[in-house]
């Protein structure tokens, strides 16, 4: 019943429509809500096509696996099983794809980027169903920072048709929230050019990915929104040109509550298990793909501004490049960006 509903409500969430300027290519548009936000294709191609069952089917598939607000899907399954052992098909392989990249950075970020912040999420009252805490339980939180310690010793090991990571200790749990939706536009994307689509734009909340032209024959541009809390997505900070990239945004402005003046944002700092408190407010970031732009955009909310300057400076086969907005002293914002952002990127009034 409930996957019904779910199938339903998707169903309904899609539209598709087309639109043609340049005469040999029609713009075709798609645009529905998933993963708890929207979407948005765009692609040129010969024809008018209606890929909305497809885009439908991919996303309803990932969210099987990784949505942490899907009660069936494997991660929330996962996170009900309290054993040290946890097992899932191998052929669920994005799965395995989110879980192997997050460790990647989860290592080359020192542990900023951590999934077993999953519990302190939930203590935050950022997790689904959670609530905002009473009171700051500094022991509560030392105690489930010590799940922290867990993901680097992490083993997966195949057996017949399935995978099991071992964790060490009972009760660990992921949330892959800070790069399921990169890893989904990257999908999405995928798919497009499997298609023989080489002119496209996928965005999927703010994550996006783009190749080729737009119909004006142009390099697809994109805005970033001002770090505002009332800011709607007509506020525009800047423009970007995404030649062939990916570009992800994390931002405390986004996802937060104020408790006795004081404002928690959803980002977690694996170091003190407190969300991340500096003068960042915003952080926009260039990958080849878009699964790397969005965990290092969550890494670098949880760095800061000079820390993530040192990390892109020692990082340079990384291929990122990075767009920070931060509040000075006199609390007036301010910018900073890598070199390869500045040929990119226009700032607006
Ligand atoms: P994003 O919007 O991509 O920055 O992702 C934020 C989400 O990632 C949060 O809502 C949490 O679910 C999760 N998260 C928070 N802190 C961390 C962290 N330090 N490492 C990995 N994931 C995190
Ligand atoms: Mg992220």
């Not at 395995?96 to 990647?104: C, F, I, M, P």
């Not at 980027?113 to 805490?133: C, K, M």
């Not at 990915?209 to 506020?235: F, M």
């Amino acid at each position: 019943m409930r996957l019904l509903l779910f199938l339903l409500l998707i169903l309904q969430l899609f539209s598709c429509s087309s639109d043609s300027k340049k005469p040999e290519f029609v713009l075709n548009e798609l645009h529905g809500n998933a993963q708890g936000t929207s979407f948005s294709i765009k692609f040129l191609a010969k024809d008018s096509i209606d890929y909305s069952q497809e885009v439908q089917t991919i996303l309803m598939n990932i969210d099987m696996k990784l949505s942490t607000y899907v009660s069936f899907s494997i991660i929330s399954g996962f996170n009900k099983n309290k054993d040290s052992i946890k097992g899932y098909a191998q052929k669920d392989s994005m799965f395995t794809l989110v879980y192997n990249k997050s460790k990647e950075i989860y290592q080359l970020s020192e542990g900023a980027f951590n999934p077993t912040v999953s519990a302190l999420v939930d203590y935050w009252g950022f997790a689904n169903g959670s609530q905002v805490p009473e009171k700051i339980d500094s022991i509560k939180i030392d105690s489930l920072k010590n799940y922290l310690t867990y993901f680097g010793k992490c083993t997966s090991e195949i057996r017949g048709d399935s995978i099991y990571i071992h964790t060490g200790i009972e009760n660990v749990q992921f949330d892959f929230n800070g790069i399921a939706q990169g890893a989904s536009v990257d999908v999405l994307a995928v798919f497009l050019e499997e298609q023989g689509i080489n002119d496209y734009m996928v965005e999927l909340g703010g994550e996006v990915r783009a190749k080729g032209k737009n119909q004006e024959g142009e390099i697809w541009t994109i805005g970033i929104d001002k770090p505002l809390e009332t800011a709607s997505h007509d506020q525009l900070q800047a423009t970007l040109l995404l030649e062939n990239r990916s570009l992800a945004t994390s931002g405390n402005y986004r996802r937060f509550y104020e408790k006795d003046g004081v404002k928690y944002s959803h980002t977690i700092d694996p170091t003190t298990g407190f969300p991340v408190n500096h003068s960042l407010l915003s952080v926009s970031v260039l990958a080849d793909d878009c699964m790397s732009a969005d965990a290092y955009a969550t890494v670098f909310m949880v760095m800061g501004l000079e820390k993530s300057k040192t990390f892109l400076k020692n990082h340079p086969e990384l291929k990122l490049d990075a767009y920070f907005i931060f509040s000075d002293e006199s609390g007036t914002y301010d910018t900073w960006m890598t070199e390869g952002m500045k040929k990119m990127l226009t700032e607006l009034e």
